[in-house]
């Protein structure tokens, strides 16, 4: 193959996970590139189905610590952040970090949570830093949140406002293995437990050192201008009632910088652009009722755009 | 097991080159029962000599080199009796050729030689080989010319001895069996299917099931009998009809007939030769006029008023010769040489003969009404004059006096009673134009002129074919004037005399020939007047002048010559009753007359008109070739543009990877392989990959992509990639 190149470092990351998932290249390449870009994953999905067991082998392959947060009706904002407590012997409050203070965090079921601890978390998300009893505490780096939602069960959830939704660079869905990789599965799972073996592949300051060199990917003007003219199809498109914002523009833009490092280039193709569109504009684009009723969802929507906008084959400034 | 797919494609396409050669024998078949073409076998032999050339892809010149040595071959096989290598008979046949492509050129079909239509017929069959092999090889589709096929026998079927119902079924299997080994190399092709024998096997097995159980099917099933009467009886029996028709009355001849009793419909050209005659000016000759109209037609009454003269008399001495003494006349003497004979005499101008003389005449009658003279013997039998001599004034008439005539005096109420003469129930409709025509002239002179010039309006046309007949209830002239407006010389004639009589002013029509063309008979210059220049116009009678002819007919110019005594008085006021054109037309007419007695206008204009026809013909042939070369050009240009490209880049220096990728992308698009608005460059270039079986377009959309994503200055990589990017060019161009 002519283009087939990789990025060594992330590729071992990749090989690593793929230990322990099978067959779920895709989800690790996305998780890769929400934590190049700095991101969040939104993963949509049934319990069962390997997301744990992802965000765990990628934390143990970037020799990250990992935290999951399961969450309950009940739980507390400051069951998420930490919380503050009086040492009788010091005669003074020492701050219990909670689980949120970690690199890697897996955040079960959010929508089963009340809306005052989802935004606790939502804000850590977009802050990058807590604030517990007046004292803003920055969070360590990198800091990723892998947050499921389960899609069947609507009892007694909250499900997150659409403008929430925004926080998350990248929604996703794992879906079930085939069924040759789920007899693979069994097979594992009857010989190994092969996720306490990972050993770490990278640093987490190697890891640091690639955030930035994703940051550093060219995107040309021309890229820049397809970019904005999706997202501007978006806002005009006659079954959207609300478009992609600037900071989805942003968002595509990071992601695809992350995806072009990740395919082992320094610069973003269109391709890489519409290979993102999907998971980066689904869930931030509200479709009309009307469309809902007809059986439009956001993905039809997207593919039509992505369809319909002319590629940039020329250079946009010569 | 798996076939390699250029084996199974080579035997396909032997069987389906096989199939189009036997399609094509079902269509020579029938050419060998139903017409006198022998030896059909050399044809057969040619398609597959053709074929084979095809089928091995030999050079295009290679091909055509030995195509036509068998043409030739074939061509003094069948048509020569001298031997093969005594080349004399390839001269003969080169003469023979372009003899041939003079009568092609002139639409003599039926002039031309065996041997050539041989060769034409080669050169058909040579095509349509061209064309099985297009169908076959390139197109993947040989539906139409199986339909083409089978619509050809059924009509050979149906309207010729010809039985074709054997070969319907033979061209059924075929068809069929071609339609499906096509459809299944179209999918090979497309899908880029790599086949096992099994599947192979599988569909050639559905496709003979199918053929055979369609074939059995159609043979056994009942069949519907007719659903309509046979058209054959019905088709031939109308033809028949139409011929008819066409013999008796439809398309008649040019030339003198003495029936005018029914006027209309086309008339076919008739070049024979009437008479000669060596008058020292042209004019039109007259054999009679007739005065009552019959709203079909004109007829005359029986004249029994005439009086007798003898050969060679001078007229001068009867009363018959009355020449005003406002006409001015020039004396002149003509032969008469007659080709037709007949027993009327032709003479110039009515009341202006002086003396006829045939060297075997004897009497002659004269029937004033009429204006026709009769050559008869002594015992009252008509005679047939084979040449004779005559002389006669050629007058010259002065509008001034013609002016002077506004209304019919006291002495001619017969005349006026006979010569203003309509049917009853003609249209009102004529007598409403003919009133508007002359509304504002005051004298008959310009009265008539105004009658005369209507006729010369862009809505009428000369026309003798597609001239229709007018219907049972409907007046010859109304039609003409109102629906029509296309004919020849009876209905301009006939419709201006209708129109003179409904203005009230006596006219009559007169029938003869034009002047003819210049000749050289007897070593003498003569006037040729063939059947083709019989004609007919009209007269206006004018008290105290006589009888003045006018021309109505478009594209005739008459032979009276009109002067003005009042000239220098009369400029103004002639100026603003003629038309500019027309009176340019009269001055030509008259200088040429004055300056040149003897010229004949006719011809000149002919000639002129000729040699005109000969540059709009060789200007459109010119414009027509350019266009087809342009339009051929321009649907060809995926054909030719990329090695134009190729010659321009090979010549170029410098960087310029980037508009060359695009050129490649303008050109893909050409050659069907467009790239949707939103898809990558990258995708596509895999697309054109698997279409083309490389991977160069691969490989330059990497290097493009470098160049606009990345912005990486272009820097020597032409030199790199030249090799693939004109690969790719000549792909899609073949």
């Known amino acids: 193959m002519i283009y087939k190149q990789v990025n060594q470092k992330l590729e071992k990351i990749l090989g690593n996970i793929e230990k322990v998932i099978i067959g779920k290249r895709d989800i690790a390449e996305l998780s890769i590139v929400a934590l190049l870009s700095g991101g969040h994953v939104l993963l949509e999905d049934v319990p069962g189905v390997g997301k744990t067991v992802m965000v765990r082998a990628l934390a143990r392959s970037i020799g990250a610590n990992f935290k999951r947060i399961q969450f309950t009706p009940d739980l507390l904002p400051s069951d998420v952040t930490g919380v503050s407590i009086f040492n009788p012997k010091e005669q003074e409050f020492i701050f219990r970090p909670g689980p949120i203070m970690g690199h890697i965090i897996l955040a079960d079921e959010i929508n089963r949570t009340s809306p005052k601890t989802q935004s606790a978390l939502l804000e850590a998300m977009e802050e990058a830093s807590v604030t517990v009893d007046g004292v803003t505490r920055g969070l360590e780096k990198p800091f990723f949140v892998m947050a499921t939602q389960n899609p069947i069960e609507y009892e007694g959830t909250y499900p997150l406002p659409e403008a929430q939704l925004d926080r998350f660079l990248l929604k996703m869905k794992m879906g079930y293995p085939g069924v040759d990789e789920e007899i693979e599965v069994l097979h594992r799972a009857q010989y190994a437990a092969p996720l306490e073996e990972l050993e770490s592949v990278i640093t987490l300051e190697e890891l640091i050192a690639l955030q930035e060199e994703a940051k550093a990917v060219i995107v040309d003007d021309t890229i820049k201008r397809y970019i904005v003219n999706l997202a501007n199809r978006s806002r005009t498109h006659e079954r959207v009632y609300l478009g992609v914002s600037p900071r989805g523009s942003i968002a595509l833009m990071k992601a695809a910088q992350a995806y072009a490092l990740l395919q082992g280039r320094d610069y973003v193709l269109p391709d890489d652009v519409q290979y993102l569109v999907p998971f980066v504009f689904a869930h931030r684009l509200i479709l009309k009722p009307e469309a809902n009723y007809e059986g439009v969802d956001a993905g039809m929507v997207i593919h039509e755009i992505v369809a319909t906008i002319q590629v940039p084959v020329k250079r946009a400034v010569t | ?734």
């Open chain 2, 1 to 734: 097991m798996n076939v390699s797919t250029p084996l199974l494609e080579k035997w396909m396409h032997v069987l389906l080159y096989t199939f189009g050669l036997l399609l094509i024998t079902e269509w020579l078949r029938p050419v060998e029962k139903l017409t006198d073409t022998g030896n059909i076998v050399v044809f057969v032999l040619f398609v597959i000599f053709s074929l084979l050339l095809h089928y091995f892809h030999f050079h295009w010149l290679i091909r055509c080199t030995l195509l036509s040595v068998y043409i030739m071959i074939s061509v003094q096989f069948l048509h020569s009796k001298t031997a093969l290598f005594e080349f004399s008979w390839f001269k003969g046949y080169l003469l023979d050729f372009t003899a041939n492509l003079s009568n092609i050129y002139d639409g003599k079909w039926e002039l031309l030689s065996n041997p050539f239509r041989t060769f034409l017929f080669f050169l058909l069959l040579w095509l349509v080989t061209y064309l099985i092999h297009y169908w076959v090889m390139v197109k993947q589709s040989i539906f139409f010319f199986f339909m083409l096929t089978v619509i050809f026998i059924s009509i050979l079927d149906t309207f010729t001895p010809y039985d074709g119902d054997k070969a319907m079924i033979r061209i059924i299997i075929i068809g069929f069996a071609m339609l499906g080994l096509l459809a299944l190399m179209r999918l090979s092709i497309q899908e880029q299917l790599r086949f096992s024998r099994a599947p192979i096997k599988k569909w050639i097995l559905i496709l003979t099931g199918m053929i055979v159980i369609s074939v059995l099917f159609g043979f056994g099933a009942p069949k519907f009998s007719p659903q309509w009467p046979d058209p054959v009886p019905y088709i031939t029996s109308y033809s028949d009809k139409v011929m008819k028709e066409d013999s008796s009355s439809t398309d008649k001849r040019v030339g003198y007939d003495e029936d005018d009793s029914e006027l209309g419909g086309s008339i076919e050209p008739d070049s024979s030769i009437v008479f000669y005659n060596n008058a020292p000016a042209g004019h039109y000759w007259k054999v009679e006029n007739k005065d009552v109209y019959t709203g079909k037609g004109w007829v005359s009454l029986e004249g029994i008023d005439f009086f007798t003269f003898s050969n060679g008399q001078e007229m001068t001495s009867l009363n018959t010769y009355d020449i005003p003494e406002v006409v001015k006349a020039d004396e002149m003497s003509a032969r008469v040489s007659m080709m037709e004979l007949y027993s009327h005499i032709l003479h110039p101008q009515s009341g202006y003969l002086k003396k006829v003389e045939g060297k075997k005449g004897k009497e002659f009658k004269f029937y004033k009404d009429m204006d026709k003279i009769i050559s008869e013997k002594e015992d009252g039998e008509s005679l047939l004059l084979k040449e004779y001599e005559m002389t006669y004034d050629m007058p010259r008439f002065d509008m001034a006096e013609l002016r002077k005539v506004t209304e019919p005096d006291e002495t001619m109420g017969v005349l006026m009673d006979k010569n203003t003469q309509l049917p009853e129930g003609l249209p009102n409709r004529i007598y409403e134009l003919a009133s508007q025509l002359t509304i504002n002239e005051t004298n008959w002179y310009d009265k008539a002129k105004a009658i005369e010039n209507y006729f010369d309006g862009p809505d009428f046309v000369y026309s003798k074919d597609d001239v229709a007949y007018p219907g049972a209830n409907q007046d010859y002239v109304d039609q003409f004037l109102f629906e029509t407006q296309i004919g020849y010389c009876d209905n301009y004639s006939t419709a201006m005399v209708v129109l003179l009589r409904a203005a009230n002013i006596p006219a009559r029509w007169v029938k003869g020939y034009t002047e003819g063309e210049k000749s050289i008979y007897k070593g003498e210059s003569v006037y040729k007047v063939t059947n083709n220049n019989a004609h007919s116009w009209v007269e206006v009678y004018f008290s105290g002048i006589g009888w003045i002819p006018f021309e109505p007919t478009k594209g005739f110019t008459g032979e009276v010559e009109f002067y003005n005594s009042d000239l220098k008085q009369d400029d103004i006021k002639n100026s603003e009753t003629d038309t500019p054109a027309n009176a340019e037309q009269k001055k030509m007419e008259t200088s040429e007359r004055h300056d040149t007695p003897d010229k004949d206008t006719l011809a000149s204009r002919d000639r002129f008109v000729g040699s005109q026809e000969g540059i709009v013909k060789w200007t459109s042939i010119t414009l027509i070739s350019l266009l087809m070369l342009v339009t051929i050009g321009y649907f060809s240009r995926r054909k030719w543009i990329p090695h134009l490209q190729i010659l321009r880049y090979k010549k170029k220096s410098g960087s310029h990877f980037t508009t060359a990728y695009l050129l490649l992308l303008k050109q893909l698009k050409r050659a069907g392989l467009a790239r949707p608005e939103g898809q990558t460059l990258r995708e596509y270039a895999a697309y054109v990959d698997a279409v083309y079986g490389t991977d160069e377009m691969q490989k330059l959309t990497a290097r493009y992509e470098l160049i606009i994503y990345r912005g990486d200055v272009e820097n020597g990589e032409w030199e790199h990639l030249q090799i693939g990017w004109e690969s790719l060019m000549k792909k899609t161009s073949s």
